[in-house]
C-alpha cells in the first residue's frame, strides 16, 4: 500500500533536487550533449570541411548492404584489427599493471629505511605526461641510438639491433611496456591507501595461527582489498581502452598497432568522415559501458554471495 | 602446560627503554595477569612472550628451553587480541578453523574441533555468521574460541574485556575463570583493570614504567604492598594516603602527626628517625566514621551504592579522605565528624623511596 509522503519529506525532496542540479547540469553539457551530438552525427554522412547540412543516412555508417556488397564500419577489417588491438592491449596491460603496481604497493606498505622517498619516486612515472613518457621510450627503444639494444648487445643477449617499435611482432609490446611503466603507479597508489585501512593486528592473528605469507595475501589481504582492486581495475579498463597517445607517439598511424582512438582519429581527421568517426566512437562507448557493466555486475555477484553465506 | 621463565628481559624502541630487566616465573598452570597504568610495558612484555616481539636482552624460556629464535606458532601460544581481530570477511567457523588448515588435520577432524569448542562456547548457532552480524560478547568468544581449538599450551589474553560493557565484562571475567578451569593451561592476562587482576588471577605482576613493581598471590598484594605504587593501583576505591610527620621514637613504635592528631604507629624505630616524612596510607574499607578519637573531616559527598557507601571527607588541614561503609549512609553533607582509623590496618612509606617501612608484629 502507498501512503501519501507527509509535507516535510516534499520540501526536503526539493532541496535534495536543488543541491544535484549543479552537477546535473554540469553532465548534461559536458557529457550528455557531446554523446547525444555524436550519435546523431553517426546516423549522418557529415564531413568534417562542411557540418553544415549533413544528411540522415540510418545505420549505413555502422552496417550496409547496397544489394550486392555488405559495407560499413562492422565489416571493415581494419576496425575489427583495431577493436582486436585495443581489447588485447587493455587485458595485457592491465593486468601487468595490476600484478606490478599491487607488488609495489605491497613493498611500499613495509617499513623500511627511505620508505618515504622510494614512495615519491615510484610516483614519477605516473606524473610524466603520456606524450613525453612514449617519446621517452621511443628513444629508449630507437633501433640504432637507443639505449635499450645497446645494453642488449653489450651483455650478450641479441646480435643486431631490433627495431622495437617498428617490428609487428614487438611494437604492440613496446607500446604496453610504455603504459604499464607511466601507470603502475597508479594502481600501487591506490592499493597502498587500502592496504593502509587493514588493521594490523589481522596479521598478527593469522602470524600468530602461523599461516604461510602467501596464504595470508590469498585468503585475507586480497579479498579485503578487492573492492579498491575492482574500481582500480575498472578506472584502468577505462583508460585502457581509449588508449591513444602512447600508440600516436609510438607507431602512428601503422594498421598493425592502432586502436579505436587511432582508428577515430584517422577517420575524423585525415579523412574527414565525421559520419563513420561518430559511429566509431559510439561502438568505443558501448564497448566502455559493457566494461563496466560487467565489472560491476561481478561485483555484486561476488557481494550477494558473501552475503548468502 | 608449560612454565615460562622470564629472565632479566629488555626491550627498547629506539632510544625509549620499555622493559628494563623483567623477572618473572610463571608456573605451568597458572594464570597470571600482568597489570599496569597504559604504557608500563605490560603489552609489550604479552607480545614478546608471542612472538610478535622480539628483545633486546634477557632469556625468555619456555619448559627451560629458549625459544627467541622460534615463530609464534612453533611456541605452541594462542592469543586473544584487545580488538578480538577477527578476520572480517570469514564466516565464524572460517575464523576458527583457519588456524589449523594449514597443519595436520583432515577436514573432518577441524570440524569436529571447531564445532566442540563452538558447543562449549554456546556458539553453534553462529558458525555461519560472519564477525560484523555478531554483538561484542560473541565476538570476544569467537577470539577465545579461536584460541582455544588450536589447543595452544600457554594462553595469552591482551586486555581482552577492555571494548566490553561493563555487564558483559563481569561475565565474560567469569567465563574466563571457568575456563582456566577446565583447560588448567598456563594463561598470561594483561588487563590494566585491577578488579579482572584481583579475581582472575593466581599470582599479579604489577607493573609501572618498564619494571616488575611486586608479585604475589592477589590477596597477598593487596594487604601487604611493598611501596606506594602497588598500594594505590590495587583497591577501589584507591586507598586513602596522609602524609605525617615522626615525632617521638619508642620502643613500641613512633608517634606520628599526621591530619591534625597525633598517633602512636607500629612502625620499627630502627627505619625511621625524628622528623622524617612518612605516608600512611588507608584503605577505605578500614576507616570508620563516627564518634571517637579521630581525624576531625567534613562530608562532601556521599555516594549510595544500595549494598555499600562511599562518604568523601575532607580533613580540616585539607587532605581527602574516603570510607568505604556498609548498607546506606547515616552522613549527611556539610556534618563535621570524626574518621577513626586502627594504625595496625594502616600502611607505612618512606614518603622519599616510597618502600612501604617495616612494622612491628
Known amino acids: 500500500m502507498k501512503t501519501a509522503m507527509p509535507p516535510q519529506n516534499y520540501a526536503r525532496v526539493k532541496t535534495a533536487w536543488l543541491f544535484i542540479a549543479p552537477m546535473l547540469i554540469v553532465l548534461a553539457a559536458v557529457a550528455a550533449w557531446p554523446l547525444l551530438n555524436t550519435a546523431y552525427y553517426s546516423l549522418t554522412n557529415a564531413r568534417l570541411s562542411d557540418l553544415s547540412d549533413p544528411s540522415f543516412i540510418g545505420l549505413r555508417n555502422y552496417l550496409n548492404y547496397n544489394g550486392y556488397r555488405w559495407s560499413g564500419l562492422l565489416t571493415s577489417p581494419i576496425w575489427w584489427k583495431a577493436v582486436l588491438n585495443t581489447l588485447w592491449f587493455m587485458a595485457v596491460s592491465v593486468s601487468l599493471e595490476v600484478v606490478i603496481g599491487f607488488g609495489v604497493a605491497l613493498v611500499l606498505h613495509h617499513q623500511f629505511p627511505g620508505r618515504g622517498l622510494a614512495r615519491v619516486i615510484s610516483l614519477i612515472p605516473w606524473a610524466i605526461p603520456a606524450v613525453v613518457s612514449a617519446q621517452i621510450w621511443s628513444w629508449m627503444l630507437h633501433e640504432q641510438f637507443g639505449i635499450i639494444n645497446d645494453f642488449l648487445m653489450v651483455i650478450g643477449a641479441i646480435e643486431t639491433p631490433i627495431a ?123 564497448i566502455g559501458a559493457l566494461v563496466v557493466i560487467i565489472a560491476l555486475l561481478t561485483r555484486t555477484l561476488r557481494l550477494s554471495e558473501v552475503n548468502e553465506s | 602446560m608449560v612454565n615460562l621463565s622470564i629472565r632479566n628481559l ?59 629464535t622460534k615463530p609464534p606458532k612453533e611456541r605452541g601460544i594462542a592469543l586473544v587480541f584487545q580488538s578480538y581481530a577477527l578476520y572480517p570477511h570469514m564466516t565464524v567457523f572460517q575464523n576458527m578453523a583457519f588456524g589449523l588448515s594449514n597443519s595436520r588435520f583432515s577436514k573432518a577432524d577441524i570440524r569436529s574441533r571447531v564445532s566442540k569448542v563452538a558447543r562449549s562456547l554456546a556458539l553453534e548457532g553462529l558458525l555461519d555468521r560472519l564477525p560484523k552480524q555478531l554483538s561484542g560478547g560473541q565476538r570476544q568468544r569467537v577470539a577465545i574460541g579461536r584460541a582455544i581449538v588450536r589447543e595452544p599450551k600457554v594462553f595469552l589474553f591482551d586486555e581482552p574485556l577492555s571494548n566490553l560493557d561493563a555487564a558483559l565484562r563481569s561475565q565474560m571475567r567469569l567465563e574466563i575463570a571457568k575456563l582456566h578451569q577446565q583447560l588448567s593451561t598456563t594463561m598470561v592476562y594483561v588487563t590494566h583493570d585491577q578488579a579482572e587482576a584481583m579475581t582472575l588471577a593466581d599470582k599479579i605482576v604489577v607493573m609501572n614504567k618498564g619494571s616488575v613493581e611486586q608479585i604475589g598471590r592477589p590477596l597477598d598484594l593487596y594487604k601487604k604492598p611493598v611501596n606506594l605504587f602497588v598500594a594505590t593501583f590495587l583497591g577501589s576505591p584507591r586507598m586513602n594516603i596522609l602524609e605525617g610527620v615522626v615525632s617521638e621514637l619508642r620502643p613500641d ?47 562532601e559527598i556521599v555516594e549510595e551504592m544500595g549494598d555499600h557507601h562511599l562518604t568523601y571527607l575532607s580533613s580540616i588541614s585539607g587532605q581527602s579522605i574516603v570510607v568505604k561503609g556498609a548498607g546506606t549512609s547515616p552522613n549527611v553533607v556539610g556534618d563535621t565528624l570524626s574518621a577513626v582509623l586502627d594504625p595496625s590496618r594502616c600502611h607505612y612509606f618512606d614518603s622519599r623511596t616510597e618502600l612501604a617501612l617495616p612494622v612491628l608484629s
Open chain 1, 164 to 286: 622495437w617499435a617498428a617490428k609487428p611482432s614487438t611494437a604492440m609490446w613496446a607500446i604496453v611496456f610504455a603504459d604499464v611503466w607511466g601507470t603502475f603507479p597508479f594502481i600501487a597508489l591506490l592499493m597502498l591507501a587500502a592496504l593502509q585501512t587493514l588493521p594490523a593486528d589481522l596479521y598478527e592473528a593469522a602470524k600468530i595461527d602461523g599461516i604461510s605469507p602467501i596464504k595470508v595475501f590469498f585468503k585475507i589481504t586480497l579479498p579485503l582489498t578487492m573492492p579498491a582492486l575492482v574500481v582500480a581495475v575498472i578506472f584502468r579498463s577505462l583508460d585502457a581502452l581509449r588508449i591513444f597517445d602512447l600508440v600516436y607517439v609510438m607507431s602512428g598511424r601503422n594498421p598493425q598497432t592502432m586502436t579505436i582512438s587511432v582508428f577515430i582519429r584517422q577517420r575524423l581527421v585525415d579523412f574527414q568522415d565525421i559520419g563513420t568517426g561518430s559511429a566509431a566512437s559510439m561502438l568505443l562507448f558501448i
Open chain 2, 253 to 299: 613504635g613512633v608517634t606520628l602527626d599526621f591530619a591534625g592528631i597525633s598517633k602512636l604507629v607500629p612502625i620499627s624505630g630502627e627505619a625511621v628517625k625524628q622528623g622524617d616524612r612518612v605516608l600512611v596510607g588507608l584503605r577505605p574499607e578500614d576507616v570508620t566514621v563516627g564518634e571517637g578519637v579521630g581525624i576531625s573531616a567534613k562530608v
Open chain 2, 10 to 68: 629488555v626491550k627498547q624502541f629506539g632510544q625509549y627503554q620499555a622493559l628494563n630487566g623483567i623477572n618473572i616465573e610463571i608456573d605451568h598452570g597458572e594464570l597470571v595477569v600482568l597489570v599496569g597504568p597504559s604504557g608500563c610495558g605490560k603489552s609489550t612484555l604479552l607480545r614478546i612472550i608471542s612472538g610478535l616481539e622480539g628483545f633486546d636482552g634477557g632469556e625468555l624460556l619456555f619448559d627451560g628451553a629458549q625459544v627467541v
